[in-house]
């Protein structure tokens, strides 16, 4: 009579050890991820001799305010210009090239066109291409247009975005009723009117997520306004505090100031940190398309 309890624990006993391994793994990869965060975060409360005679993973004395007020000062200020000039990339990048990504996917999705599979096939292909081996021929053809060392030449490369014309198609493709475009058109709406009013609404999450991943992507783009721009006025954050960095490393007369770095790289992240918290519920719906039909 004690047989059918042994034999219905040993599944459960093998269930739970199974769920222990992976909250492990889980907990070791959170750790992976987070460590550089609380290094960061730990680093931007010491100064300049702290961070280099203390306990790396731990706190010393509290210099966080100095810090920030050495960091919007220095240089008269240029941090909050480079701060302002990776809003304006992030955010005219991000806007334009989600519009562009939006207006492809659905016609990728929901129009008939000569080429349509072929053009598709091609947008495949793009995504495989690395952004960085592109940087150097679009160089060339801001050179021939006179947009080098000027805001165009990191915004305009950024408006095209492969993968969000593919994440959108596929969208447009499983989220917008055939059936809703056909009664719209024999309402008598154009074909951007049924674009605008009929299928944009019906995108609106998978919008989001390409806006978010594309302005972040353009927040953290480092190569590309390295090889445009040699105007400092004009640097975004990645390529300004590497400037900052180089100075320190190499010296040129002034003073080291780590600190200042390091608490520059933490605030850069601030405003990505917030824009995931505030638009989390869209994108994560945008990243579940096609999940359900």
């Known amino acids: 009579m004690s047989l059918p309890p042994a034999t219905a624990a040993a599944p459960v006993a093998r269930i739970s050890r199974g769920a222990v391994g992976t909250h492990l793994v889980m907990a070791l990869f959170v ?11 730990v680093a931007a409360t010491k100064d300049n001799d702290g961070l280099f005679g203390s306990e790396p993973l731990w706190f010393a004395d509290l210099h966080l305010v100095d810090n920030l007020r050495l960091l919007f000062t220095q240089d008269d200020g240029l941090y909050l210009r480079w701060m302002g000039n990776s809003a304006l990339y ?16 659905y016609a990728f999705a929901k129009l008939r066109f000569p080429g349509r599979n072929a053009l ?28 080098v060392d000027s805001v165009w030449a990191v ?9 969000g014309v593919y994440l959108l198609r596929v969208y447009a493709h499983d989220s917008v009723p055939d059936e809703m475009l056909e009664a719209a058109r024999i309402d008598g709406a154009g074909e951007f009117r049924v674009f605008r009013s009929v299928a944009l ?27 445009m721009l040699s105007d400092q006025s004009l640097y975004p954050l990645t390529v300004g505090l590497r400037s900052w960095y180089l100075s320190a490393t190499i010296g040129n007369g002034g003073p080291a100031l780590f600190n200042v770095i390091v608490v520059g790289s933490l ?9 995931f918290l505030l638009l ?5 719906g945008g990243l579940t398309i096609g999940a359900l039909r």
């Not at 991000?94 to 996917?105: E, N, S």
């Not at 598709?120 to 947009?147: D, K, N, Q, R, S």
């Not at 609404?201 to 190569?223: D, K, Q």
């Not at 601030?270 to 824009?275: D, E, H, K, R, S």
């Open 201 to 227: 609404p019906a995108m609106r999450p998978a919008l989001v997520t390409v806006l978010l991943f594309t302005m972040v992507a353009s927040w953290n783009n480092f190569f590309l306004p390295l090889v």
């Open 280 to 284: 989390q519920r869209y994108w994560r």
């Open 90 to 105: 992030a955010v005219a990048s991000g806007v334009g090239a989600t519009a562009i990504a939006a207006l492809a996917g």
């Open 267 to 275: 605030v850069a992240i601030v405003p990505l940190i917030a824009a």
């Open 120 to 147: 598709f096939a091609l947008l495949l292909g793009l995504i495989m291409v690395p952004a960085t081996a592109l940087v150097l021929p679009t160089y060339l053809l801001m050179a021939e247009a006179g947009l």
């Open 155 to 163: 915004i305009l490369p950024s408006l095209l975005n492969p993968f």
């Open 31 to 41: 750790a992976y991820f987070l460590l550089p965060f609380w290094w960061l975060l």
